[in-house]
């Protein structure tokens, strides 16, 4: 039972670049989440899902999309990259909600943008 | 908005001793508030989730309260351990699952 698991774990951009980071969990859970940490503080919210099909903006959406065509995954996307963008990303997911049942989190992507 | 303050920003104490971690929050219309650790370089693990409805919440060594009407909720650690040196997040969330995060606080156990 691996959990959370997200890739890479590292990752250097050049302004303007895209990519795309990658959250898989073998829970079975229907909500997951992309949170992003800045240094010192605590997460915010990007988007979330609480199913397969349907996702919704969180806090900070701009910048970023997601997808989810599956229960399993969950990417975020990074659209012409900027060093605004330059954060550590957590992935996290929880059966009925973390606002109901315990979250858990993938180990992060530590993203610089230059 | 909702605004969550947790202080102090870094704590450190000798090995044994007793601690409490505090976390405030402006508005009390939660449903309820979850403690979290994160060691460095690594994602965040629950340690604890208290209902709106409950006053504490117990596991282990770690006990959390919660008081929404004042908008405070301890975090309170037992016999400390170097092994409990981390940073501990407080999170609360309303109905619909609006998650707001305090920065953490800083938690070192020295030998």
């Known amino acids: 039972n691996a959990g959370v698991t997200q890739t890479p774990k590292f990752r250097i951009l050049k302004i303007g670049q895209s990519m795309t980071l990658q959250c898989t969990q073998d829970?079975?859970?229907?909500?997951m989440y992309w949170y992003r940490q800045d240094p010192g503080m605590g997460l915010k919210l990007i988007y979330y899902?609480?199913?397969?099909?349907?996702?919704d903006k969180g806090e900070v959406p701009n910048g970023y999309n997601v997808s989810r065509s599956t229960t399993e995954d969950f990417p975020l996307r990074l659209e012409l990259a900027a060093p605004s963008q330059t954060s550590v990303y957590f992935c996290?997911?929880?059966?009925?909600?973390?606002?109901?049942?315990?979250?858990?989190f993938g180990q992060g992507t530590r993203l610089t943008v230059v | 908005k909702q605004e969550v303050t947790q202080i102090p920003a870094a704590l450190s104490v000798p090995e044994g001793e007793n601690l409490v971690l505090n976390c405030s929050f402006t508005d009390s219309a939660i449903y309820n508030l979850q403690w979290f650790r994160q060691d460095p370089g690594k994602g965040l693990t629950s340690l604890l989730l208290i209902q709106s409805s409950q006053r504490e919440q117990t596991s282990g060594r770690l006990n959390a309260s919660l008081d929404k009407s004042s908008g405070r909720s301890t975090l309170y650690i037992a016999a400390s351990q170097p092994g409990d040196s981390a940073t501990y997040l407080c999170?609360?969330?309303?109905?619909?699952?609006?998650?707001?995060f305090g920065d953490g606080t800083t938690l070192t156990v020295k030998p």
């Open positions: 829970m079975n859970h229907n909500y």
């Open positions: 899902s609480v199913g397969a099909g349907i996702t």
């Open positions: 996290a997911s929880s059966d009925s909600g973390m606002h109901r049942t315990e979250a858990f």
């Open positions: 999170a609360v969330y309303t109905n619909a699952g609006k998650s707001t």
